[in-house]
């Protein structure tokens, strides 16, 4: 099948035969606002602007020239035996851009961060490769360049408890993460002393931002701890002040947040849930039948704020986050514990459309289409996915 896509080629065509053409692609990326690259059996090297795909060679790769450069950009010799053997490669690289330097040979280049994922998979009945590089940017985000709305800040450093930001991949939840931790870092919050973050990979660094009440210290699962809930029970032994958990992946991971959260801890995490009133159901189903219900109700008194995102075309370019949220206070715990599990999904729907302490992804849809933020066609479709409907949107 042919690939038919727009195009963004470079200046000069560049037929990719190792690390210096890939790095002068991923480069090239950079400089279009490319937020993932990728590179794939059958295909030319194609790169994600605002949502969309564009060719940035004429040449298509061959599986020979992808079993190079995964090697090269991996630094791993065996990367081709892993591949096949079912396993992929998950880690963050650097390219250096000198022509990026400025002018002087002893200047530095400058250095890009991506986040690359080498998996095999079926091309032409014999196996393929694909390997996606997400850009990194070199500075955190701060919340306002990623447009975090004041009252999810407002409530993002609590004394303790889970705050969990979920969404479908790619829709910026590390990105919103990265940018929450920044403030805990720069700004004077209740939050002081030692945070830790336990990532997969470790993609924004955190190591150049002044802070005057904290330290940071930043852990790759796979490379410095074996997982995330390791890191959990390591990052107890260290008098945190904040853990970042990159994914509550597993029972194992949410029953140490849990317990760091019930012994004074605040925990920021991310989950894959469809919208907020889902968050806590999806984790619950992580453990066996006979543990649900308790692993519910330690959920429920252990997390603090829930949050739900989504990455969508802005008008005129680029995009645009819209969130829900609801803050779980004493008395929605209460109420949400009354219901019980099997009603809990309804039951936070329902309290997220009241509007106090949190606000739906209807409010925010609206919100963002009177603003021009966004156009009818994509609010139709934000809305059908959380599962709401509004008559003025009706075709």
């Known amino acids: 099948m042919l690939w038919t896509g727009a195009t963004r080629y470079p200046e000069e065509d560049i037929v990719v035969h190792g690390r210096d053409e890939v790095s002068r692609l991923l480069v090239h990326a950079v400089a279009i606002d490319a937020s993932d690259v990728i590179f794939q059996s059958g295909r030319p090297v194609l790169a994600s602007v605002h949502g969309h795909l564009y060719a940035?060679?004429?040449?298509?790769?061959?599986?020979s020239t992808l079993a190079r450069i995964a090697t090269e950009l991996t630094a791993t010799d065996s990367?081709?035996?892993?591949?096949?053997?079912?396993?992929?490669?998950?880690?963050?690289?650097?390219?250096?851009?000198?022509?990026?330097?400025?002018?002087?040979?002893?200047?530095?280049?400058?250095?890009?961060?991506?986040?690359?994922?080498?998996t095999a998979g079926y091309y032409e009945g014999d196996v393929g490769v694909q390997i996606v590089n997400r850009y990194i940017p070199a500075d955190p985000p701060t919340v306002t360049t990623v447009g975090v709305e004041p009252e999810i800040v407002a409530e993002s450093t609590p004394a303790q408890g889970a705050v969990i930001i979920a969404g479908e991949t790619g829709s910026g939840?590390?990105?919103?993460?990265?940018?929450?931790?920044?403030?805990?870092?720069?700004?004077p919050t209740p939050i002081h002393g030692n945070v830790l973050s336990y990532e997969a990979p470790i993609e924004f660094v955190f190591e150049a931002v002044p802070s005057a009440s904290c330290t940071v210290m930043q852990h790759e699962i796979g490379l410095h701890l074996p997982s995330f809930?390791?890191?959990?029970?390591?990052?107890?032994?260290?008098?945190?002040?904040?853990?970042?958990?990159?994914?509550?992946?597993?029972?194992?991971?949410?029953?140490?947040?849990?317990?760091?959260?019930?012994?004074?801890h605040p925990i920021y995490t991310t989950t894959h849930a469809n919208d907020v009133a889902h968050i806590l159901r999806r984790l619950t189903l992580k453990f066996p039948s006979d543990l649900q219900v308790q692993a519910f109700h330690d959920l429920l008194a252990s997390t603090h704020l829930l949050v739900s995102q989504l990455l969508v075309p802005r008008v005129g370019g680029g995009r645009v986050?819209?969130?829900?949220?609801?803050?779980?206070?004493?008395r929605v715990r209460r109420e949400v514990a009354r219901a019980g599990m099997a009603e809990a999904v309804d039951t936070l729907r329902a309290i997220i459309?009241?509007?106090?302490?949190?606000?739906?992804?209807k409010v925010t849809v609206m919100a963002a289409l009177e603003q021009g933020a966004i156009d009818v066609k994509t609010a139709r479709r934000v809305l059908d996915r959380y599962g709401y409907r509004d008559a003025r949107l009706a075709a």
């Open 321 to 330: 986050c819209l969130r829900e949220w609801q803050v779980l206070t004493d």
């Open 353 to 361: 459309g009241r509007g106090e302490d949190g606000r739906s992804m």
């Open 173 to 187: 939840k590390t990105t919103t993460l990265a940018a929450l931790m920044r403030r805990v870092l720069e700004e």
């Open 56 to 63: 940035l060679t004429r040449v298509w790769l061959q599986p």
């Open 229 to 264: 809930a390791a890191g959990v029970r390591n990052s107890l032994r260290r008098k945190p002040a904040l853990i970042m958990v990159g994914e509550l992946r597993d029972m194992d991971t949410i029953l140490a947040s849990v317990e760091a959260a019930q012994t004074g």
């Open 79 to 118: 990367i081709m035996s892993k591949l096949y053997s079912g396993q992929d490669f998950d880690r963050a690289i650097t390219i250096e851009d000198r022509a990026g330097a400025g002018a002087g040979r002893e200047a530095e280049p400058v250095r890009h961060r991506f986040r690359i994922n080498v």
